[in-house]
């Protein structure tokens, strides 16, 4: 045994090391010792780390599911709609794009391509054999499919040429063809749609659900034979779709898009347009401020909830460092500094947090499994990392926070009257 | 060695002065083995804590080991109690929730030393009080003589100038007290100064020196 190993040799960051190392071992056994008292201390924050971590995941999962939804539809998609104001509309006024426009835009717009119009088609249900089905019933053209980047399963599509001869052709949703008791590949069937027959060429891909909404109940027809189809619709509310090929000039593209239409409408200068151009990008940014803003509440909710978690925090080690004066005083009679009792409790204060931030954390992620279960469509919780280091870090910062007070009151405890304490 | 001239403490209460010490002269050589006698309200305890570098006195010099320690702050003192002191209380103050092990290389921590380091250090400390067998036991599975001598391996750990005992038998029954003062005196042969405060004269008269406090005054140093 050699007497110079006990001389203070070791780096200043070595040293702090080993007191960090001493304190962590101090603190985990101090909270083992009131396994209860420390349970019930980290209540406060358990709680709020779990409600943060359920809520963000649920609203994380839905919003990346519905970002999955339009992947297909970039920014370069655009669609162009026909807009009522409000007055207009209660003065019974509604605005309508023509068939014509396609053709003006065909004609008179360069670098655009899978120009598509939609109409939807007159009558919505569709029977076989005594079944019958509804949906979304569309009269679209063959581009349709590289628009919504969306593929028939079995059969084929609508084609160019069923749209010239306005062919009585349908492409089914997987969810019509369920409803409708087609079998599996269903192609040469005939389904009735009001009066008519329809051939069936094709049943497209499954898309799944959407905010609970079934994106499989569909119906697609050639575009001409849905404005051609039964004699009720005068004025059909036609939308285009198309997409710009060179993704920096979407906004030039827009405007000329809007002057386009505008003239063809014969709209005076100071007339508001009776359309709209947006694109798929406007509802997601939509959905995102929407999801944004919960969040943040939210966020802000619990950021409440964590302050009262970190007072409990604070209240019980005031208590604790009381009952340990002695312990404090006999550190300090054996030499320990200040600074060492202050790391001592600033540290356990600090454990305590974020054991109780983790035990949240796993208790919320269960909580966001347990409701998007029980709740039929939701989709599947989503929790981003930055939640989890935000959450870690947050009730770290709480337990430093809330552990300077009686870290501080423990550092500055005299030796003698620690020692004395009874 | 240990040397106070003209220390003084006055502790104020409401006030009023109440004088603890005045004008102590002392000198302990290295390798003493002093008893610090005197009943209770003397200032033996005021002297103990001034000797301990626990408190600082009113006026006066203290030199420890060449190191004027009278007018150092309570980190500095911290410092030299860590360096140069080693307690023993008659409480025996051990953590509860610690083993012996950890508890004798508890003062090693706050001078940075590596934990192998310290654990070995520890080691050879209980073996040296006889305790080399009870290192993994937590204070509740000791009798209060294997306490003390946890606590006075503690104290040895950190190969201080001056073992200060406080009532070190105070609690514990006459035939166990007998083993803690032949630890002493096992210790003092082997180069330890130490220094016992006591009210008992029969702990004292195992002291080569022994030195009288009353009224916050030396009235007594003998040797034998």
Redesign the interface.
């Known amino acids: ?1 050699n ?1 110079n ?2 001389v ?1 040799d ?1 780096g200043a960051s ?2 702090l090391i ?2 960090i ?2 304190c962590l071992r101090s603190a985990l ?2 909270i083992r ?1 009131h396994r209860l008292r420390s349970f019930l201390t980290m209540l406060g924050v358990i709680i709020g780390v779990a409600s943060v971590i359920c809520v963000i995941a649920l609203v994380q999962g839905m919003s990346s599911s519905i970002s999955q939804q339009f992947q297909g539809l970039g920014a370069t998609t655009l669609t162009v709609r026909a807009f009522t104001p409000q007055e207009d509309r209660l003065r019974g006024q509604i605005n309508r794009l023509r068939d014509t426009d396609v053709e003006e835009l065909r004609y008179r717009i360069d670098g655009i391509s899978n120009l598509t119009p939609m109409v939807p088609a007159p009558v919505a249900t569709a029977s076989y054999q005594g079944n019958s089905a509804g949906g979304q019933f569309i009269g679209t053209t063959a581009s349709l499919m590289d628009v919504q980047q969306l593929f028939p399963k079995s059969g084929r599509f609508i084609t160019q040429s069923d749209d010239a001869s306005r062919r009585r052709v349908v492409v089914l949703g997987e969810q019509v063809r369920k409803d409708l008791e087609l079998p599996e590949r269903p192609e040469g069937e005939f389904v009735q749609i009001g009066t008519e027959w329809f051939k069936v060429v094709g049943v497209m891909e499954s898309r799944g659900e959407l905010l609970g909404m079934n994106q499989d109940a569909f119906l697609i027809m050639p575009f001409q034979t849905a404005l051609a189809f039964g004699t009720a619709v005068a004025r059909p509310d036609i939308s285009i779709t198309f997409t710009v090929d060179d993704p920096d000039m979407v906004e030039n593209v827009k405007q000329q898009v809007i002057s386009v239409i505008r003239r063809a409408h014969g709209l005076e200068a100071d007339d508001p347009d009776d359309f709209r151009v947006d694109s798929a990008d406007t509802f997601i940014n939509t959905f995102n401020t929407i999801t944004g803003t919960i969040t943040a509440v939210v966020a802000g909710i619990v950021g409440i909830s964590l302050l009262v978690g970190g007072i409990g925090i604070m209240n019980i080690m005031l208590v604790s460092v009381t009952e340990r004066t ?2 404090i ?10 600074r ?1 009792i202050m790391l001592q409790f600033l540290i356990e204060a600090m454990v305590l947090a974020v054991i109780g931030g983790l035990i949240g954390m796993i208790l919320g992620f269960g909580l966001a499994y347990a409701i998007s279960g029980a709740i039929p469509n939701m989709p599947p919780p989503a929790v981003p990392w930055w939640a989890v280091t935000g959450a870690c870090l947050f009730s770290m910062l709480i337990g430093m926070v809330f552990g300077i007070l009686p870290a501080s009151k423990a550092a500055n405890l005299a ?2 009257d620690a ?1 004395r304490y009874e | 060695m240990i040397e106070l001239r003209g220390i003084s403490k006055v502790y104020r209460l409401g006030g009023i002065d109440y004088p603890a010490l005045t004008d102590i002269d002392l000198t302990i050589e290295r390798n003493e083995f002093l008893a610090l006698i005197g009943a209770s309200g003397s200032g033996k305890s005021t002297m103990m ?1 001034i000797l ?1 570098c ?2 600082t006195p009113t006026s006066g010099r203290y030199r420890l080991d060449n190191e004027e320690v009278a007018g150092l702050d ?2 500095q003192l ?6 140069k ?1 080693g ?1 023993v ?1 008659q409480n025996f ?3 509860p ?2 083993t012996a092990l950890d508890n004798v290389a ?10 192998a ?1 310290r654990r ?2 520890a080691r ?1 400390a209980l073996a040296r009080v006889g305790l080399a067998d009870r290192t993994g036991h937590r204070p509740n599975e000791m009798s209060g003589g294997q306490r003390q001598r946890v606590a006075v391996a ?1 104290a040895l750990v ?2 201080p100038e001056l073992l200060l005992a406080d009532e070190p038998t105070g609690n514990l029954d006459s035939r166990t007290a007998r083993e803690i003062i032949e630890l002493f005196k096992q210790l003092h042969a082997e180069g330890q100064t130490v220094v016992i405060v006591t009210h008992d004269p029969g702990v004292a008269a195992n002291c080569p020196r022994q030195v009288r406090l009353h009224d916050g005054r030396i009235v007594e140093d003998v040797r034998q």
């Open positions: 045994m007497a190993t006990l203070e070791a070595r040293r080993y007191a190392q001493e056994s101090a010792a002695r312990e005083g006999i550190a300090k009679a054996l030499g320990a500094p200040r060492f030796p003698i020692l | 804590n301990g626990l408190d309570e980190e911290a410092s030299v109690r860590n360096r002191i307690f209380f103050y051990l953590m929730r610690m508890q003062p090693l921590i706050y001078r940075g030393i590596a934990p380091i070995e250090h050879a503690r950190g190969q």
